[in-house]
């Protein structure tokens, strides 16, 4: 027979500060792991959504980023002119050739200076990536020296708002719009012209080349036939594909921090609801050969410890889970180490870590009421009516 | 003498609960310990850079050049002593894992700069004539097998093509806190080929490296530098090599943060489960302590047995946390030699733990301290815990 649900929740409670302490632990736990897990999706998605599926991303061969990437304009026309190459509504190709420079800029509230991206851009590449939206202002006008900023660059930098200037490049840029790019990469860019970009900064090549395919099956063959081209030296990957690529060493960064920090800090939670369920275990000696003797069987007694200690974990999961939830607010912006330049990104709490959390909580309750419950559960029923 | 008997009596009663306990806080001081000492070790750039060093870089940002011609420009500025120049080289060995930093420098005049870079003198005669020879820094030399003699192929990122480099050297840090995971070869050697292959990016300067005679006049010069090129093609910043370690620090500022407030939050959840040992002895010890008081002990004395023992429990737990974080940090640092060049535990830390180990003892005390001194006899004799 079961030891009935209520007698575990009543022990809790009698002990609140010991319950609260316990849950309190293993709760600081859950939210290090839960908002680590919340930082590794928010930069996965913020990656995934900056590349679309259909659309192929040019770089020159070896060059890891676009930053580093150089195409020159022989190559360029190359590669616009294949057949696969998707047409516009207009009839023009949907090609994009961009230049991509860092440009150093102090954040608004700190006024310490990061690599922002600057991505010179054609008429086709608002087609091209259909999340980018100007929310405030309009487009810049081409030929002249207008730039728009994405939502979290104008936020974060100086000069970056609408009706700022910016100055480099021996120019002075007036910031005509604020674009929202669906929480993707590209907001934290500052958008202008590619030509008169290239003008700026002195550079007659172009960074790299984006295109949408015809037909998305093309893709192998493109890709294998570009490559092998004797005239260029570049490497053609899916949009998305690059842009997991780019994220691929922050992302395991935080990854690694993470799972080590939840392990070492779990070890601390499992010792304090180990300590908790021993004091509560040896206080009820008496209170378990009671139960013995009235019938209850050894498993329903380690049935009930092991309830208990999971209760302990779902308590603290929840309340740390609920907690990290709030993280969701924030915003985190931090220089991503392969494109060397600033990336923002928020917590993002998905139904699978929410499970994955719970799941963690109520392992840690249950590994460290284990030990107790067994010695619980082993208990001699003669000796432990004596205790008392 | 007598307290402490009964302290140290005390907390052996429960020997589990009291091994548990310390166990938890050696785990804790130890990640504490880690953790700060990861924070230092971002940090480990700045705190190694010469006052008497200035960088000079295009205005616009890292990856942006300077003409070679500025370095005959800047030596003529007053208050500069000398003048080298470096390229970021950012090539791959083997596969991209394989991460160490790789510059090109003028091989001339590079290491006057740095003098804590210690290359035996017949080594850097090598390097010096050997236009792919290289100089490779210990540890990184000692990751990879690195040894004088050996040809290392490195595929560039930036500059195209793999190219080829012998190992001439390999030099020594001159303290603890230098970096000795860099690469350095021939900026000749790459302006050479960069000629060939691509003669617009020929004859460009990465960053201008100025040595200034008193760092008194850092500011300065690096303002008559930056004047002297105002309005040219290729603007320039210059910062004292600190400022521009620091640069780098915080673009990944948030990251820094956030491992310092994890650092804080594993002293909390510690705090919690000493707390909790604290509060069940107490607890348990209701009638021993309503002994005690009727026998005529005050509320004092009883308040010192409870902070003796949590503290003596913190106490313990904290010294093994402390004594273990050496060796596990020369682990750690071996084991991640790639990421952090740097990794050497500060006194700072250590002072930080022994507080750490305090307060989590204090604190632990307090709330049971105040229940034990506030009970009345009666109530605590019929306490049956």
């Known amino acids: ?388 | 003498m007598y307290y402490l008997k009964l302290i140290v009596r005390n907390a052996l009663r429960h020997k589990l609960r009291t091994g548990l306990t310390v166990l938890g806080i050696v785990v804790a001081i130890l990640a504490f310990g880690l953790l700060r000492t990861v924070v230092d070790a971002w940090y480990a750039g700045s705190e190694a850079a010469s006052k008497t060093r200035l960088v000079t870089r295009n205005s616009i940002s890292l990856v942006f050049s300077l003409p070679l011609t500025y370095s005959a420009k800047i030596r003529q500025i007053e208050g500069v002593n000398a003048v080298s120049h470096a390229n970021w080289f950012g090539g791959v060995y083997i596969t991209e894992k394989n991460f160490f930093p790789q510059f090109a420098v003028q091989a001339s005049t590079y290491f006057d700069l740095y003098p804590e870079f210690v290359v035996p003198p017949e080594q850097m005669r090598a390097f010096l004539r050997d236009r792919k020879g290289a100089i490779v820094g210990r540890k990184t030399a000692d990751i990879y097998g690195f040894k004088v003699g050996d040809q290392v192929n490195l595929r560039g990122t930036i500059f195209p093509g793999t190219w080829e480099f012998v190992v001439r050297g390999i030099y020594e840090g001159a303290e603890a806190r230098t970096d000795t995971s860099q690469f350095f070869f021939q900026w000749d050697y790459l302006n050479e080929t960069m000629k060939k292959t691509a003669p617009r990016r020929a004859n460009l300067v990465g960053v201008y490296i100025i040595s200034i005679a008193s760092a008194d006049r850092a500011a300065e010069v690096a303002t008559a530098v930056d004047r002297t090129f105002k309005n040219s093609l290729a603007e320039t910043l210059t910062e004292t090599e600190q400022a521009f370690q620091l640069g780098f620090v915080s673009m990944v500022e948030a990251i820094v943060v956030a491992i310092r407030i994890v650092s804080f939050l594993v002293i909390f959840i510690i705090m919690a489960v000493m707390a909790n040992t604290m509060a069940m002895t107490v607890r348990e010890r209701m009638a021993e302590y309503a002994t005690l008081k009727a026998l005529g002990f005050g509320p004092w004395h009883l308040t010192l047995l409870i902070f003796g023992e949590s503290l003596t429990i913190a106490g313990c737990g904290a010294a093994i946390g402390i004594a273990l974080t050496f060796p596990v940090a020369e682990g750690f640092g071996k084991a991640m030699g790639k990421f952090l060049p740097v990794f050497n535990v500060h006194a700072e830390t250590l002072y930080m733990q022994v507080a750490a180990g305090l307060i989590v003892g204090a604190v632990a005390a307090l709330v049971p301290c105040v229940r034990a001194a506030h009970i009345r006899i009666v109530d605590g004799l019929r306490n049956i815990g």
């Open chain 1, 1 to 388: 027979m079961k030891i009935p649900f209520s007698y575990t929740l009543r022990n809790l409670w009698t002990r609140k500060l010991t319950t609260l302490l316990t849950a309190g632990g293993m709760a600081l736990v859950v939210f290090v792991f839960a908002t680590v897990l919340m930082l590794e999706e928010g930069l996965r998605k913020t990656l995934v959504d900056t590349g679309s599926y259909d659309n192929v991303i040019v770089i020159r061969r070896s060059a890891q980023t676009e930053v580093q990437s150089a195409i020159d304009r022989a190559q360029a026309s190359l590669i616009e002119s294949q057949p696969e190459v998707a047409l516009g509504a207009d009839g023009e190709r949907l090609v994009s050739k961009e230049t991509i420079v860092l440009v150093n800029l102090n954040k608004r509230n700190s006024d310490k200076p990061t690599n922002v991206m600057v991505r010179g851009v054609g008429p086709r590449s608002l087609t091209l990536r259909p999340q980018v939206k100007i929310i405030a202002g309009r487009m810049f006008r081409p030929g002249a020296s207008e730039i728009v900023a994405g939502r979290n660059a104008a936020e974060r930098f100086k000069g970056a708002g609408i009706g700022e200037t910016l100055w480099f490049g021996q120019r002075e840029w007036q910031v005509v719009g604020t674009f929202d790019a669906g929480k993707s990469g590209f907001d934290s860019e500052i958008w202008g012209d590619a030509d008169q970009l290239m003008q700026a900064f002195r550079r007659p090549i172009y960074s790299a080349m984006v295109f949408k395919l015809n037909d998305t099956a093309q893709f192998d063959a493109l890709k294998a036939r570009l490559e092998s081209d004797q005239r260029l030296t570049i490497e053609a990957k899916r949009e998305t594909v690059f842009y997991a690529d780019q994220s691929d060493a922050l992302a395991t960064f935080i990854r690694y921090l993470g799972v080590t920090l939840s392990i070492i800090f779990s070890v601390g939670a499992i010792i304090g609801a180990m300590i908790t369920m021993y004091a509560s275990v040896a206080s009820r000696t008496a209170e378990i050969g009671t139960l013995r003797a009235l019938g209850f069987r050894q498993s329903s007694v380690l049935a009930a410890f092991l309830l208990e200690a999971q209760l302990l974990g779902v308590v603290g999961g929840c309340v740390g889970l609920f907690l990290a939830s709030f993280m969701q607010l924030f915003t985190i912006s931090t220089m991503n180490f392969q494109s060397f330049s600033e990336l923002a990104f928020s917590f993002t709490l998905t139904p699978a870590i929410t499970v994955k959390t719970l799941l963690f909580a109520m392992v840690m309750g249950v590994v460290g009421g284990f030990l107790p419950a067994v010695r619980a559960s082993r208990l001699r029923i003669v000796d432990a009516l004596r205790a008392a």
